[in-house]
């Protein structure tokens, strides 16, 4: 009995033994896989010969999923500070930089004496500069540099901090650290990465003649294949900049004759062929250009290949046709690209100007609305030379013919005023182009183009400054808007549709008027609504007959009239501000659809919005209004409105647009200027601060298109 009992202890001795041999296998195993892993990846890092290193991040990954089950499976191992340095090290080269602080200083806290402490406190200091904590990895550093480490940690910290301020743009800084590293700190790949940088540097700051010789020393420091490469390309384009043109061309021959570099051919011919083009050797261009486009087969070569071309054929060879078919290459190449979209967009120029001259030349103009739509087409045709084809002579010579030969069209006195500025800017002839406003002004005084011509004459609130439809409008938007006169506002609005039948404000007043009388003296009836639906049968597809279908499908309740004394809702706080901007109790909205001219008056929150005071303005604008370059084809102007609140010191603080433009852009660049915006506090009483106001945003044309 003793002897089985002997033979069942010993048995289970041997179980006991195998049992922790088997687990201490399982976990010898895990770390050795995640340390091979890392291995790999470190290798492949530090042998770079690049300014940016391989990594390696499936390798680095695995690396930490076989440490983290280290940690988290044998907390008490001898390896558990080799596995915490293994993740600090991985979590940082996949950009985990928050887990690689926490791993770095995890190792620093509880095995200050560990082999690793050192570099933890590398990766410490490296993962605070790339979360941009400058000034904590800034003290990590200095106190790792304190230790009197190692050359090669010394040398990783200099290049961490030298890509941090080229990454940065603080390239003169950099050049500081690579340089350290290039003369005494780093091994021979470390110096002729350091020597790249600083070329790179000297790139950027546009010292072209210093990263000339910055990138012909490298290929004094035995480079390889690929940094023979790079400072050759990089020394031709240099040499492009600094106008030594013939020697660029030299180094791009080195390159091409080297049958290493032949997978980059289509790239080096590219360049190649501009440095002809420098030298204005066209011919010699377009030949190599058309080589690539033909034998390259990486799409974004062939595409710049084609672009390129397209650009010759069009300004050089002003041959407009054979340009559009490279660009129409170009955009079956790599349309996604910002160079296929402008190509796509000088295709579709090139298409218009085609389709303007058919509808330029049209025999048969008869009727005025034939002579008006002929007249546009012109006018965008000159549009289309001036802006889009670099092409301001034609350009010049087509708004002449405009004038010329509509001089009853709508857009007559617009030409006028444009081929005004076009006078200025290309012939730089003042006189002229002040004359031609003056003839505009005494040819068409009542066209809707005239202020424009006042504008630029310097002659806006001058006698001279009277007589078209624009100016009744405003004051009739005055007597309604801000000082509340109904039947001055409707004398305003009648003598539009009396006297300017071919205005643009024509239909804006009609609409006015019955909307005038729907708001202020209803009668209750059906007249409203068969005015509202005669003015949209009359006029099909114009905003004005949108607004008025709209209207046509309710029928309103009558409004008493401002400063009605029925009107006793006001609360005290109301009274107060319209005392100080003007009584606008008429304009609240008691119907299921608002127009734009009344809804500006009622606020997101259903509250009501007032005008600001007459002579309250803007006394700071920190983002001035800058007409944008998408709202060119428009030539858009006229008013925004605007909801804003203010604080105590003026500021917007808050602002919602009301109303809006037919260019999205534009609307955008006036929220911009708006929400910057600081007007005079002194006339903002107390009582008032708080509420809503509505402003009016006046957006001009910028002088080059008046």
Not at 178 to 184: G, L, N
Not at 217 to 241: F, K, V
């Amino acid at each position: 009995m003793v002897t089985r009992l002997g033979q069942f202890g010993a048995k289970a001795i041997v179980l006991s033994l195998w049992f922790l041999l088997a687990g201490s296998c399982v976990y010898y195993n895990t770390f050795f896989h995640a340390r091979q892993a890392f291995e790999e990846a470190e290798s492949a890092r530090k042998a770079s010969k690049t300014a940016q290193p391989t990594i390696r991040t499936e390798q680095y990954n695995r690396a930490i999923e076989k440490s983290l089950k280290v940690i988290e499976s044998y907390p008490n191992s001898k390896y558990y500070d080799d596995a915490v340095y293994v993740l600090a090290v991985s979590y940082y080269h996949t950009k985990q930089y928050r887990k690689s602080e926490r791993r770095s200083r995890e190792l620093l806290a509880n095995f200050p004496d560990s082999k690793y402490a050192t570099e933890a406190k590398l990766y410490l200091a490296k993962a605070k500069l790339a979360e941009d904590d400058v000034e904590e990895a800034m003290k990590v550093f200095e106190d790792l540099l304190d230790d009197k480490v190692d050359r090669d940690v010394l040398s990783e910290a200099t290049i961490a901090l030298g890509t941090y301020h080229a990454e940065n743009n603080r390239y003169d800084v950099a050049v500081g650290y690579f340089r350290a590293v290039r003369d005494s700190l780093g091994n021979e790949q470390q110096a002729k990465a350091a020597q790249g940088q600083i070329a790179d540097a000297y790139f950027h700051m546009y010292r072209f003649k210093d990263a000339l010789g910055a990138y012909l020393q490298i290929l004094g420091m035995e480079p390889d294949n690929s940094q023979r490469y790079r400072s050759l390309y990089q020394a031709a384009i240099c040499s492009y900049r600094l106008q030594q043109v013939r020697a660029g061309i030299d180094y791009l021959q080195s390159l091409i004759s080297d049958e290493m570099f032949f997978d980059s051919l289509g790239v080096l011919k590219l360049r190649l062929a501009e440095g002809y083009e420098l030298e204005d050797d066209l011919d010699q261009a377009v030949a190599i250009y058309e080589a690539v486009a033909a034998e390259e087969k990486i799409k974004k070569v062939g595409a710049e290949a084609n672009y390129n071309l397209g650009l010759i054929y069009q300004f050089d060879y002003d041959r407009l046709q054979e340009a559009k078919k490279y660009y129409d290459k170009v955009v079956e190449l790599n349309r996604s690209s910002e160079m296929g979209q402008d190509a796509l967009q000088r295709s579709s120029d090139i298409g218009k100007l085609e389709s303007f001259v058919r509808a330029a030349t049209t025999d048969s103009i008869t009727t005025q609305e034939t002579i008006d739509k002929a007249a546009a087409t012109q006018y965008e045709l000159a549009e289309l030379y001036w802006f889009k084809l670099n092409k301001p002579d034609s350009a010049i010579l087509e708004m002449r013919y405009l004038v010329d030969s509509f001089p009853t069209a709508y857009t007559a006195p617009k030409g006028m005023i444009a081929l005004s500025q076009m006078t200025r800017e290309r012939e730089e002839d003042t006189a002229r182009a002040d004359s031609i406003l003056r003839a505009a002004l005494q040819k068409y005084p009542h066209s809707d183009f005239a202020p424009e011509a006042l504008s630029i004459l310097g002659l806006t609130g001058t006698p001279a400054d009277t007589g078209y439809a624009d100016l009744y409008i405003s004051r009739a938007e005055h007597f309604v808007v801000e000082e509340p006169d109904t039947d001055s506002a409707r004398v305003y609005y009648q003598y539009v549709v009396d006297h300017f039948p071919d205005s643009r404000y024509y239909l804006q007043a009609r609409f006015a008027l019955i909307w005038l009388t729907e708001e202020y003296a209803s009668p209750g009836d059906s007249s409203l609504i068969l005015a509202y639906s005669e003015l949209a049968d009359s006029f099909p597809g114009t905003v004005w007959a949108t607004e008025a279908t709209k209207r046509s499908q309710y029928r309103p309740q009558a409004r008493p009239s401002p400063g009605d004394s029925t009107d006793t809702n006001l609360t005290d706080q109301e009274a107060a501000t319209d005392s100080l901007a003007g009584d606008t109790t008429g304009l609240e909205d008691t119907a299921t659809y608002q127009d734009p001219m009344a809804a500006i008056y009622v606020a997101e929150d259903g509250s009501k919005a007032y005008d600001l005071p007459h002579d309250m303005r803007p006394i700071v604008v920190r983002d001035p209004f800058e007409y944008p370059t998408e709202a060119y084809a428009s030539a858009w102007h006229g008013d925004l409105y605007f909801q804003i609140r203010l604080d105590f010191t003026g500021e917007v603080i808050q602002y919602v647009l009301k109303t809006h433009s037919p260019v999205p852009e534009l609307d955008q660049r006036a929220e911009i200027t708006v929400a910057s915006t600081t007007f005079d506090p002194k006339l903002l009483r107390p009582e008032v601060q708080g509420l809503w106001f509505v402003y009016k945003f006046r957006v001009d044309l910028p002088p080059h298109l008046r």
